[in-house]
């Protein structure tokens, strides 16, 4: 079968995608989603990416543009929409910038770190994992949602159920995550491939060139939700999987204003109502949100 790109495969699953510009019979429905009105953040000083973003005028966000509920580009129209880009938004807001001082840009996830190093964006909202290793070069906000790591598999496959099955099994999960790690590390007998995007592995998942796609369980969801006849989960998540704003990471007082961002936007029910509105619509009802960290 011919290679085709996971946005042409799964529209050719769902019938209803047809057009170009239809939205999806299950993306976010915009009348939904919170508003966000803009707040005078004048309070927010000594942020050099702040300085930066007022002086150009627009915030410049980092985001993913292959992940269904999440993070999702309209090839047709350029809008980016998701719980993801729905977070950026509300702390855009809260920051001082309306969602049309927001451009979005996407970036891999084996390049986020260094988009962030050296100023391409100014923050970074998509399934990004906090830990260790990685605030060593960079800053987090948050968390703002907790996943874990899982398996995504064809509908008619029987054999994988955990990682421990995948040994002598072809895995496919995106270079420079923490879920391909996981698996170079703890399940060295399975044959780990890497690509830029889950969406690639995704391609190679339908036409059989791989056996399962790892990466979180709220990615995994999202593909299993849009070619419900094709995918589905296997088995349960093996790992916690924090989602931080990313910042520069000496940007203290940024991380700081983000955290407040996201704490008010939690108690007055904007949280909610993004989440439920977006990665609510892949079949999981909303958790609690969690407790920020300030460190
Ligand atoms: N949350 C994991 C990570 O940050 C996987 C998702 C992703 O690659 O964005 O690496």
Redesign the pocket.
């Known amino acids: 079968m011919k290679r085709l790109p996971v946005l042409v495969l799964l529209c050719a699953l769902l019938t209803a995608c047809g057009k170009p510009g239809t939205p999806p019979p299950k993306g976010p429905q915009a009348s939904a989603l919170p508003g966000y009105p803009v707040q005078n953040a004048a309070a927010v000083q000594g942020s050099p990416t702040l300085d930066r973003a007022r002086a150009r005028g627009r915030l410049v966000v980092g985001a993913?543009e292959d992940q269904p509920y999440l993070g999702w580009r309209d090839p047709a129209t350029g809008q980016y929409s998701g719980f993801d880009i729905e977070i950026a938004k509300m702390v855009g807001a809260d920051l001082g910038f309306g969602v049309g001082q927001i451009e979005f840009r996407t970036i891999a996830?084996a390049n986020r770190e260094t988009a962030l190093q050296n100023g391409q964006v100014d923050y970074y909202v998509?399934?990004?994992?906090i830990n260790a290793n990685r605030k060593k070069l960079v800053g987090f906000a948050g968390p703002y949602f907790i996943?874990g790591q899982s398996l995504l598999v064809r509908r008619n496959g029987h054999s994988i159920h955990g990682p421990q099955d995948l040994a002598g099994k072809k895995v496919c999960s995106?270079a420079?995550?923490?879920?391909y790690q996981r698996i170079r590390q703890d399940y060295p007998k399975a044959h780990l491939v890497g690509y830029d995007t889950?969406s690639a592995c995704v391609d190679n998942l339908i036409t059989a060139q791989v056996d399962a796609v790892t990466?979180?369980n709220a990615?995994l969801q999202g593909y299993a939700a849009k070619a419900p006849d094709e995918l589905k989960l296997a088995g349960k998540p093996f790992s916690t999987?924090p989602?931080g704003i990313g910042v520069p990471k000496d940007d203290r007082v940024l991380r700081l204003a983000i955290d407040d961002a996201l704490v008010r936007n939690m108690r007055n029910g904007n949280w909610k109502k993004a989440y439920d509105a977006t990665l609510g619509l892949s079949g999981v009802p909303a958790p609690a949100p969690p407790l920020i960290d300030r460190y």
Do not use: F, N, Q, R
């Not at 998509?126 to 994992?129: D, K």
């Open positions: 993913k996830s998509g399934t990004y994992t996943a995106a420079g995550s923490t879920p889950y990466t979180d990615i999987e989602y």
